[in-house]
């Protein structure tokens, strides 16, 4: 490992753990193997894995020498067969020639399946080169097998000659990942190196949290999409998103909770004030399906917060041990937060304040003035009868607003409008609902939200009669229901302004530091 960590230290900033970055490289041709080298190296990679199954035609003498000659990175030499996800199909002789070529014109790393580990030992005959590490791999492409399964993998692993253990399964649930992580842990306890993924989107805590648990290295792409298993976050995301280079053991850990979640731009808030406040912790997507399971099974303290988005809002509250009196009226929460002293779940809501406001200030920006709220006497009607649906009716409620629900399931609507005390209107009677002028209509739903950015929850024509209107919606962040309003003539307040807006609360429950709202607007005003 001396060799790659000493390779790395120029240029990086600040670093607080050892986990390499391995930049998969995967081309055609030996040129252009050669060029993703130095574009690894000028992104901040600390060792390229180089895919010699991948490339068109291959020379083992010629290639090989090129490859570790001009690579200005340690080296990683995979040659992966198609029966363990690989591009390769020939003979294993070929293969395990062309392997121990790579050990002996000075390759730091080769990678060997567990499978064919054994084979490959014989074919060596004891003549391993002392500077080339052996990583014996294994890949399983449908799930993750138990602990104890895991356990007796890494035994065989070691037993096949590893110099570093390498594993990757596949999340089923994001719930997968903690055993991988008791394994690391383990492992890392008696000094075994240990490369550790799940993939897919569900795995993706396991590809940033390795440094927490001591893990050997993690992957990262040059480019979004081109990887070399399910759910590589790109370099750059490693290192600017998730400040990959600041995690170490005492790291927090935070992140926002739904399904989906990959569009949400909270980690790239958090993160990033964060790391301007010196406060160790890092803000992950986690891509949930099952909450209570999610909560039991990160139970740690280590795990210290969360952000809550569609479709958990309401279950989440059902699960905290202690609730806001706000988030209780309104029936749903958006931030959990871990108490350290005893590790119980205290729930809040953040939204209600957040769109509240911002409606507010759009109101005030259109000419309304005053000591009361420019909503007291309003119709505002909320779109959505979920978590965020019952915030805002909560917040435009307790402002003076007469509210409205509408819902695609009129029961739902009826429910909410009957606790709060307004008038329950289907989705499709909002085409011909105008009782008066001048007033506000909220959309909480997803509807409209990326990749479905054709969709409306009402019909351009029907937003004559709204003073402003808001989408909670905030990629895009002109939706085309805001598009659609403003050619009409009304104000509209983006899902962005929301966003901001009920962060700052929550950054200060995570951290117990103040938000930093102007680096929160700077940082949002680019979307």
Not at 314 to 329: G, H, I, M, T
Not at 508 to 517: H, M, N, Q, S, V
Request: hydrophobic fraction near 40%.
């Amino acid at each position: 490992m001396e060799i790659a960590v000493e390779s790395m230290a120029s240029g990086v900033g600040m670093r607080k753990n050892q986990t390499l970055i391995c930049a998969p490289l995967m081309a055609d041709t030996v040129d252009q193997v050669v060029n993703l080298m130095h574009k690894s190296k000028a992104t901040g990679a600390d060792i390229v894995e180089i895919r010699l199954d991948h490339l068109k035609s291959f020379d083992p003498h010629s290639d090989v020498e090129k490859l570790i000659k001009e690579c200005p990175l340690p080296t990683l030499f995979t040659y992966r067969p198609i029966w363990e996800g690989g591009q390769y199909d020939g003979d294993e002789n070929t293969r395990f020639n062309a392997l121990q070529l790579c050990m002996k014109l000075g390759a730091d790393h080769i990678d060997i399946e567990l499978k064919a580990a054994n084979e490959f030992n014989k074919f060596l005959n004891g003549d391993k080169p002392e500077k080339c590490k052996v990583i014996v791999s294994s890949h399983n492409y449908d799930s993750t097998p138990s602990s104890e399964e895991l356990g007796n993998l890494v035994a065989r692993i070691q037993t096949a000659g590893a110099d570093i253990v390498k594993f990757a399964t596949t999340a089923v649930d994001i719930t997968d990942v903690a055993r991988v992580f008791q394994i690391t842990v383990h492992c890392q306890s008696f000094q075994v190196p240990i490369i550790a993924m799940v993939m897919g989107e569900r795995g993706l805590m396991s590809r940033i949290l390795c440094p927490k648990f001591g893990g050997y290295l993690t992957f990262g792409t040059l480019e979004a999409g081109k990887v070399s298993a399910p759910g590589q976050p790109t370099i750059e995301q490693l290192l600017n998103l998730y400040n990959f280079r600041l995690i170490d053991s005492d790291t927090k850990v935070f992140g926002i909770i739904g399904k989906p979640v990959s569009h949400s731009k909270s980690p790239k808030l958090y993160n990033r004030a964060f790391r301007e406040d010196g406060f160790n912790g890092v803000f992950l997507h986690l891509l949930v399906d099952d909450l209570p399971k999610f909560f039991d099974t990160y139970s740690s303290p280590d795990f210290s917060g969360f952000s809550c988005t569609i479709p958990h809002k309401e279950v989440a509250l059902s699960r905290c041990d202690e609730v806001d009196p706000v988030a209780k009226s309104i029936g749903a929460v958006n931030c959990v937060i871990r108490r350290p002293n005893d590790g119980k779940l205290f729930g809040c809501n953040t939204d209600y304040i957040g769109a509240i406001s911002a409606i507010e200030d759009g109101l005030r920006e259109n000419g309304a003035s005053g000591p009361v709220s420019p909503l007291a006497g309003k119709l505002f009607v909320v779109i959505g009868a979920g978590g965020a649906g019952k915030a805002l009716a909560y917040g435009a409620k307790e402002k003076g607003a007469r509210v409205v629900i509408a819902n695609r399931t009129y029961e739902r609507a009826k429910e909410l409008a009957d606790i709060i005390g307004g008038q329950a209107l289907s989705l499709a009677d909002l085409e011909s609902f105008h009782p008066e002028s001048g007033m506000i209509l909220a959309n909480t739903t997803s509807i409209g939200m990326q990749p479905k950015i054709e969709e409306t929850p009402v019909p351009k024509e029907a937003l004559r009669h709204y003073e402003l209107v808001f989408d909670a919606v905030y990629t895009p962040k002109i939706t085309r229901l805001l598009g659609e309003a403003q050619e009409v003539g009304a104000k509209i307040v983006t899902g962005v302004e929301m966003f901001i807006g009920q962060a700052y609360e929550q950054y200060e429950r995570f951290t117990g530091l103040p938000a930093p709202k102007q680096l929160f607007k700077e940082i949002m005003g680019d979307h």
